[in-house]
């Protein structure tokens, strides 16, 4: 880690050294309007695994090829495949700590709100109520031809479209696809006026969700296990887990 930038601009933390956090816990309490942008490090302590952490990938694939419209079309087995594999992984699954933690702010009045690139559902499970799921998610299921609902059973038994035999997919987000407009309607509009945008858990490499930290006129904070390429944009930069950062930080709230 390098710890010879300009300390006045960046806050960084190893953790266990308090000074982030506290400058953060102050923003937060400071702040009329904070709004919290999440990825799959998010829930990585729910042992969902994350894209781009470098562990053993599913068969050796790079996920980012398989989760795509052309891997839909062309590869429609492998593409099964996967998100089979997903569906049933997430099955034994609970949302984390980290999840209850941002759910439990949001009822205190001290968050309003996640945005999240998440598909799996654990920020509204943990009991979060203002979320706005920008890729979508992998708990339902429609036809990627004529948009006809089906069943997660269906689409785990490989069944086709019941109305026009066309390919099941889930409701999510694929690379190579336009975002759900209402939820990156209500996102933006909520990071624009916000006074702070914390980011927990994102390589921050998709696009457009990674333009967002910078169309607030707010103070921009990102809690992540490891460093982006982002890192320099922002006011606060906390390299922790999760898991580990948000029960201190909600210590440190009091
Ligand atoms: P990413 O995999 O590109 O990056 C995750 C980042 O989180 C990494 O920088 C990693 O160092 C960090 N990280 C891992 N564990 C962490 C922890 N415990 N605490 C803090 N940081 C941690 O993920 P992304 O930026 O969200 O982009 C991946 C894309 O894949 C998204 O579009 C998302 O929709 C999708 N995805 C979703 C899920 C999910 O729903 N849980 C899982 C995998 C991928
Ligand atoms: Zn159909």
Redesign the pocket.
């Known amino acids: 880690m390098d710890h010879g930038r300009d300390l006045n601009r960046w806050s960084r933390v190893c953790f266990g050294d308090g000074g982030a956090l506290g400058e953060l816990s102050l923003l937060m309490k400071k702040s009329q309007s904070t709004v919290i942008l999440t990825?799959?490090?998010?829930?990585?302590?729910s042992d969902?695994?994350?894209?781009?952490?470098k562990d053993g990938w599913w068969r050796n694939i790079d996920?980012t090829t398989v989760a795509t419209v052309d891997a839909l079309k062309e590869n429609y087995s492998l593409f099964h495949e996967f998100y089979q594999m997903r569906i049933e992984n997430l099955e034994s699954r609970v949302p984390s700590g980290g999840h209850y933690i941002l759910a439990k702010w949001e009822e205190q009045g001290l968050i309003d709100c996640v945005a999240t690139?998440?598909?799996?559902g654990f920020h509204q499970a943990a009991g979060s109520k203002e979320v706005y799921e920008l890729?979508g998610s992998?708990r339902t299921i429609r036809c990627h031809d004529c948009q006809s609902p089906a069943s997660i059973d269906e689409f785990v038994a490989g069944d086709r479209c019941s109305q026009c035999g066309g390919k099941l997919r889930p409701n999510l987000v694929l690379f190579g696809e336009l975002l759900p407009r209402d939820a990156w309607e209500r996102a933006l509009a909520a990071i624009r006026q916000a006074d702070l945008v914390v980011v927990?858990?994102?390589?921050?490499?998709?696009s457009p969700v990674n333009t967002l930290p910078s169309l607030t006129s707010g103070k921009v904070a990102i809690?992540?296990?490891?460093e982006?390429e982002q890192d320099e944009m922002f006011d606060i930069v906390i390299h922790g887990?999760?898991?580990e950062v948000l029960p201190k930080l909600d210590e440190v709230l009091g």
């Open positions: 990825g799959a490090g998010m829930s990585t302590e969902i695994p994350d894209f781009r952490s996920p690139q998440n598909v799996d890729h992998i927990i858990g994102s390589s921050l490499q998709v809690i992540n296990a490891e982006t887990k999760a898991g």
